[in-house]
């Protein structure tokens, strides 16, 4: 430093002056990050509620919840492996670890399963709805379009669309009431927002089941987008976010013709790991998206990007 920009001490400063100093450097050195950053994903004192959470991508979401310090309220049409879960989860991680029977399109189910988290967790901050529906076998979910039946149609919006619907309506109007504000994610599909190349699906099986892209699980998924935008300017005066994350395909059990056909239409060039879907949760969740609302977060390896 020159001497003609060496600070002067001949007049020290008034210790008025000394103390705002010191405490404006404070205050800059916590906002460059030293011990303010590293908290926006913590989720330390939160309920959230994760349905369909016994289920494949619904334990990954579940878990990673109570990791990152929120006590789960594991919701699924199968009790039993909802109670078992929770009750793994709880004392593996320590945390607080609810496991309910819900069936997320009937009424009654879920305005009890919500009183039953209310009263035994506290109220919900985090609202996942991750909860889908298949048609009656695969064989009937992966039917040809022309020859898909009204029942299954029926039977797979009601979980992805009214359910959904309901599921809002009953722990969103007590986020609303309690005043703490909350986040509201829905688990949605790429295939919501875009059409199937139906050309990868040549040869492809799913457990040995010959698969395709049903016009139904599109037409739910989009549901679930719309309802999701309006959600966010619904309640935004009461501090709720509502959000979508929007996945390319998951790898589980389908066969290598059909992980190849779709890695070749992937910039990354593979499908997706389930826990690759984990961080775009904890960002919609916690306080690091505190000003996102309204948005479909893509995890798609840039198939959108095309």
């Given amino acids: 430093m020159t001497a003609a920009l060496r600070p002067s001490f001949a007049n020290p400063p008034s210790p008025l002056v000394a ?5 404006v450097g404070r205050c800059y050195s916590r906002a460059m990050g030293e011990g303010v950053y590293s908290k926006l994903f913590d989720l330390t004192g939160r309920v959230a ?9 619904g334990r990954a979401f579940a878990a990673a919840y109570a990791e990152f310090g929120a006590d789960v309220a594991v919701l699924d049409i199968d009790g039993d492996a909802a109670r078992a879960f929770a009750s793994e989860l709880g004392q593996k991680i320590g945390r607080r670890c609810l496991g309910v029977a819900c069936d997320i399109a009937d009424p009654k189910s879920v305005r009890d399963a919500q009183r039953r988290v209310g009263e035994t967790l506290g109220p919900v901050r985090v609202l996942h709805n991750n ?31 009214d359910g959904t619907f309901l599921v809002c309506q009953a722990f969103g109007a007590a986020m609303a009431v309690h005043g703490r504000g909350g986040s509201i994610i ?45 959600l966010a300017t619904y309640w935004a005066k009461a501090g709720i976010r509502a959000n979508a994350i929007v996945p390319g395909g998951v790898e589980d059990r389908q066969n290598e013709t059909f992980k190849r056909a779709y890695g070749n239409r992937i910039p990354l060039g ?37």
């Fill in 49 to 57: 509620v994760v349905t369909g959470g016994a289920g494949f991508l």
């Fill in 131 to 161: 909860a889908a529906n298949q048609s009656a076998g695969l064989k009937a979910e992966f039917a040809r379009f022309e020859e898909f039946d009204l029942a299954d149609w029926k039977r797979v919006i009601g979980v992805d669309v």
């Fill in 19 to 23: 103390t705002c100093t010191i405490l």
């Fill in 186 to 230: 829905q688990t949605s599909s790429i295939y919501g927002l875009l059409g199937p190349d139906n050309r990868i699906y040549e040869g492809a099986t799913y457990a040995g089941h010959a698969i395709g892209s049903p016009a139904v699980y599109s037409a739910g998924k989009a549901a679930m987008v719309g309802l999701t935008r309006w």
């Fill in 270 to 306: 593979r499908m997706a790991r389930r826990d690759e879907l984990v961080g775009a949760a904890l960002f919609l969740a916690s306080d690091a998206s505190s000003y996102v609302t309204g948005q479909c977060l893509f995890v798609d390896g840039g198939l959108s990007a095309w």
